[in-house]
């Protein structure tokens, strides 16, 4: 059972980038997931989240409507795309199962000139 994020990389401001995170070993049909971030210095934080059904999704206020959230259950995997990119999103991003308590690797997005 595990998580395994990537697509991160150097962007520059204003840039877009798509994070995913696929799952195997669990069918990720019947639980909520989420998207974390951890900055340099700073404590991980909720960046957004998703129903198992896909319908109902929720954004910390620094990334709305720059961000979406989505899933794709066949595929067994969510992603994060992530538009607008800022310096202050510089960060690793971390997917997580509330239900299952089950982190990611992580990985790294870079924002920067």
């Known amino acids: 059972v595990q998580l395994v994020e990537s697509g991160g990389d150097l962007v520059q401001p204003g840039g877009s980038l798509r994070v995913s995170c696929a799952a195997s070993?669990?069918?990720?049909?019947?639980?909520?997931m989420t998207w974390y971030r951890q900055a340099p210095g700073k404590e991980r934080e909720l960046v957004a989240g998703?129903?198992?059904?896909?319908?109902?999704?929720n954004y910390v206020n620094s990334v709305k409507g720059r961000f979406t959230i989505s899933r794709d259950n066949a595929k067994n995997t969510v992603y994060l795309q992530m538009n607008s990119l800022k310096p202050e999103d510089t960060a690793v991003y971390y997917c997580?199962?509330?239900?299952?308590?089950?982190w990611g690797q992580g990985t790294q997005v870079t924002v920067s000139s």
């Open positions: 997580f199962v509330p239900t299952l308590n089950l």
């Open positions: 998703i129903g198992s059904g896909g319908i109902s999704t």
């Open positions: 070993g669990f069918t990720i049909r019947n639980y909520r």
